[in-house]
C-alpha cells in the first residue's frame, strides 16, 4: 500500500526558501513506474499540480509562476523533494505531495495516493 508523509513545511518572509520533503512507501520510486507531484491549494481556489517527477522522464514543471524558483527532485528512491526558493505571498497555500502510477499528469484527479498536506505560509 502506497503512503505519502509530506514535512518541512513553516512560515518564511517573501524571497526566503523552504524545501519540502514527500516521503514515500510502497513502491520504489526508482524501480517501479510511478509519479510523484507536488500540488498546492490556496483558500478558495482550486488544486494545482505544482511539479511532477518520474523516473523514467525526469522532473516536469506546470506553472509559470514556479519555474524558476521551484525544483523538483528526488533521493534514492524513497524521498522526493520541492525547493522553493524566492517565495512569494502568492505561494502560500497547503501543499500536497501525491504518487500515480505511470507517467505524470497535470491534473490531480489523475493521482491517487495523497499526503495530509502541510501548510506553507508565506508572509512579512
Known amino acids: 500500500q502506497v503512503r505519502i508523509v509530506e514535512s518541512g513545511g513553516g512560515s518564511v518572509q517573501p524571497g526566503g526558501s523552504l524545501r519540502l520533503s514527500c516521503s514515500a512507501s510502497?513502491?520504489?520510486?526508482?524501480?517501479?513506474?510511478?509519479?510523484v507531484g507536488w500540488f498546492r491549494q490556496a483558500p478558495g481556489k482550486e488544486r494545482e499540480v505544482v511539479s511532477c517527477i518520474n523516473n523514467n522522464d525526469g522532473p516536469t514543471m506546470y506553472p509559470r509562476s514556479v519555474k524558476g524558483r521551484f525544483t523538483i527532485s528526488s533521493d534514492d528512491g524513497s524521498t522526493i523533494y520541492l525547493q522553493m526558493n524566492s517565495l512569494k505571498p502568492e505561494d502560500t497555500a497547503v501543499y500536497y505531495c501525491?504518487?500515480?502510477?505511470?507517467?505524470?499528469?497535470?491534473?490531480?484527479?489523475?493521482?491517487?495516493?495523497w499526503g495530509q498536506g502541510i501548510q506553507v505560509t508565506v508572509s512579512s
Open positions: 510502497g513502491f520504489d520510486f526508482s524501480l517501479d513506474s510511478y509519479s
Open positions: 501525491a504518487a500515480r502510477l505511470m507517467g505524470c499528469a497535470g491534473h490531480p484527479m489523475y493521482f491517487n495516493s
